[in-house]
């Protein structure tokens, strides 16, 4: 003879749905919208758009410092000029060498 009495099929059919119902819940916590699979994913987008900022802020530093120097320095002003132009200053003979 068993110490506990067997549970009524109404019970056992409330504690099925109640193993059912947080079976749900755990399924959705992992693959729902706010679930763990989301989260990663959001996690690595994240990530990845702060590697992007961090390499758009060092390209700005870089053009802002060349704006400043071609604003302040005559002289790189100047050689930048010389360089995308072609220009030359009176006296000056240029000598192209062809590859």
């Known amino acids: ?17 109640g193993v059912g119902i947080l079976a749900l819940c755990g399924v959705s916590a992992v693959f729902g919208s706010g679930g763990v699979v989301h989260l990663r994913r959001v996690q690595a987008e994240q990530a990845a758009a702060e590697v992007e900022v961090f390499a758009l802020e060092q390209r700005n530093a870089r053009i802002g410092g060349h704006l400043r120097k071609l604003a302040e320095d005559d002289a790189y002003l100047e050689k930048v000029a010389r360089e995308r132009l072609g220009w030359v200053k009176p006296g000056e003979h240029i000598y192209r060498v062809r590859r």
Not at 1 to 17: F, G, I, R, T
């Open 1 to 17: 003879m068993s110490l506990l009495m067997p549970l009524p099929w109404k019970h056992k059919v409330v504690v099925a749905a």
